[in-house]
Every structure is written in C-alpha cells, then in structure tokens.
C-alpha cells in the first residue's frame, strides 16, 4: 500500500516537472518573440522597417540574436565580486520564470490559495538581484543604476501592494482564480478604470521600462546596472526582463480583463497589453527622477488609498445587507 502510494505520488510529481518545463520553454519561446514585436512595432513608429533580412520578415531574428549573445567572450572585471557578479543575473531569470506557476491553469500545475502572495514575495526578492549585480560590477555606473532601480521599484510596489489588495477584499481570497469567477459578467477594468491605469504604469515603473527606465539611463549612466555585463549575463538580464513584461501583460488580463489560460481571447488581450507597452516606449521620454518619485508618493498612493477605502466600505455594505436580508 505505501510503495503505491509513493509511486502514485512520484509520478504526479515527474508530469507536474514535466508541465513546467514546457511552461519554461514556451515563455522563454514567447519572450524572444516580444522582442521581435518590440523591434517591429518601434521600427514602424520611427518610420523604418526594423528586422527583415533573418528568415522570412525577420522572424528568426531573436534566436539570431540569442546565438551571437551566447556566442560572444564573456568578460569579467577584475576587481568585482566574482561570485555574486556571475549568479546575480541567474536569479533574476530565476524569479523571472518561477513566478509563472501562479497562473490559474486548468492543468493543474500548481494551484494554490496564496497565489497572490508568492507573486508579490518574487516580485520583491527581484530586487535584489538588481541591486547585487549593481554592487557586485564595482563600477560607480552599475551601482547608480542599481540605486535608482531599487528605490524606484520599492516605491511603485506600494501602489501594486495596495491596488492588489483593493481586489483581494472584493473578491474575498488570495487565488488568482477567484479574479476569473468574479470577472464572468463586467471585467473590473470597467468597474476601476482609474485603478487599472494606475495599475499598468505601476507595472511600467517595476520593470523598468519607458518613461521609468532610469536604471538604464543610458545617456547618463552609460547602460545602468548592467554596464559591465556582456554575454551570456547580459542576455540572462534581457530575457528576464521580458519574461517579466509578458508576465505582467498576463497578469493584467487576468485582474482586469477576467479571461484565463484556457480561453482564446486571453492570449489575443496579452499580446494587445504587450503591444501597449512597446508603444509607451515609441511615444514617451524619460521622466525626471524626481517626477518618478512624486508620482509615486504624491498621485498614486492617494488614489491607492482612496480605492481601497472604497472596497472595503462597499465590503462591508454587502456583508452588512446579506445579514440583514438573511
């Protein structure tokens, strides 16, 4: 009886390993297509034609890209710190892809109730990898750019923290599932428009994109954090970085637009969100540092606040009404 209840559970053990690592490979398969749009779509914005001479239309550029990346001489200054310089951009695409069994799958992959919870415990741990390949460089430009992004992603976490818990109150529970159930009839985009908004540039500010890349100023700090990186770390950093932007695409479509992995217009809704993202790129230039900080303290957290006031008030109203009427 126990050697088939061990046997039982190895093997639902060795198919959940094997669902993962095709989750893996699809989202990094994913992630090199994101940058082909990117380039595309900016390309067309600045009035050019961007990749087009790999394969058909430049649709084998990223794996193009990959190869030379991977292919080139890995350099190490001489005065880092070897060890954290090498593994710094390991655990980034580490996080990057561990906080992807989140997702409601209808498989069964993993589905847990604190799904929320694990999102936001990988969401912060990413800032550490930020700030040791930072330090670790021994370079005053690496180390700026890795202040700025660390203080930049703590103050915008508070805003997500805080938006998610909005949600979390209205929909009575930590499971990313709980957002489809409660999304069969009005998607919360309509209910919260400005909350969504403040959401996706939230989203912008955490993975370090346009207008809030100033961990990558490259007109000031050369390339930021990642000045001394080249090769192999300077791809692992790039593919974790769009890893993060697709997730957050998905993640999107998930509070907010209510459809799930197993619905077709979910991909359709994360490729839109995706796009909106490169295009905030082709359109906005950088902010001031401290215009990052204000909108941060100053515009977002109010309406955080406010938001979150509103859910539990309208919560209690609820929970209030079903006593009496019961």
Do not use: H
């Not at 109150?169 to 909350?195: A, C, D, R, T």
């Amino acid at each position: 009886m126990v050697k088939q209840w061990v046997e039982a559970n190895c093997f639902v053990m060795l198919v959940e390993l094997i669902n993962y690592v095709v989750l893996i490979v699809c989202v990094l398969i994913g992630v090199a297509f994101v940058t082909l749009l990117e380039r595309k779509i900016l390309g067309y914005i600045q009035i050019r034609k961007g990749p087009n001479k790999v394969g058909y239309m430049g649709i084998l550029q990223p794996f193009s890209d990959a190869l030379k990346l991977f292919s080139k001489e890995q350099t190490m200054p001489i005065i880092s710190n070897f060890m954290a310089y090498y593994l710094s951009p390991v655990f980034s695409l580490f996080l990057s892809l561990l906080v992807w069994v989140v997702m409601p799958y209808e498989i069964g992959l993993v589905s847990f109730n604190l799904s929320v919870l694990f999102f936001f415990c990988c969401l912060s741990l990413g800032v550490y990898s930020t700030m040791i390949a930072g330090w670790s460089s021994n370079c005053k430009y690496s180390l700026l750019g890795s202040l700025r992004a660390v203080a930049q992603t703590i103050s915008y976490e508070v805003s997500l923290a805080l938006i998610l818990l909005s949600f979390i109150i209205l929909v009575g529970g930590f499971s990313l599932e709980l957002f489809l159930k409660y999304q069969s009839y009005v998607w919360f985009l309509m209910v919260s428009f400005p909350l969504a908004m403040v959401w996706f540039a939230s989203c912008l500010a955490e993975t370090n994109r346009t207008p809030f890349d100033f961990s990558e100023g490259e007109s000031e700090l050369v390339s930021g954090f990642n000045t001394e990186y080249s090769s192999g770390g300077f791809a692992l950093i790039f593919m974790a970085e769009y890893a993060s932007i697709l997730f957050m695409s998905v993640l999107f479509v998930i509070i907010f637009l209510g459809s799930g992995p197993c619905s077709v217009s979910f991909y359709f809704k994360s490729v839109f969100v995706a796009f909106v993202f490169v295009w905030v790129r082709g359109t906005l230039p950088r902010l001031r540092y401290d215009k990052l900080m204000y909108l941060a303290w100053k515009s977002f957290l109010p309406v955080s606040i406010n938001y979150l006031m509103f859910f539990v008030g309208l919560k209690s109203m609820c929970f209030v009404s079903c006593l009496v009427y019961n």
